[in-house]
């Protein structure tokens, strides 16, 4: 695999990095991205030739992929970004309220459908979809709130 970002500290980066790296009070998220880009320099102010990404992940027990997105937020936005840890931008699944909780209660309490003997978790998923109780719920979600009320579907 082709080596895609170059890692090259100037010094007062090195001697930051270094720092960081020696101190007692850095969390252990950014000591490792800081040994990963201290290892991987390539610049003139390094004290040895840049280590390959595999060795660096074998030898600070992370993956060799983190090592490489460590170098990548490195290159392209900065060493405060490889440093921290990159913040969540997913979507929040959907909370449901009491009102969901009732109807799905209430489905589950209600004559399963023809040529069933009884609910599934899966079933009162696809149902309540279908009802458009909700746009979209998950079977887990659906048995958390059967769990949570107490709702056994026997």
Known sequence: MANRYRITLTETE?????????????????????????????????DNPPWKVADVASALGVSARTVEHVKARFVEEGIESALGRKPYSGQRDITFDGAFEARLTALACSVPPAGRARWTVRLLADQLVELQIVPKVSIMTVQRSLKKTNCILT
């Open 14 to 46: 090195r001697q930051m990095l270094t720092t960081l790296t020696r101190s007692s009070k850095t969390n252990a998220p950014k000591f490792v991205h800081a040994r990963v880009l201290l290892l991987c320099d390539a610049g003139e102010h390094a």
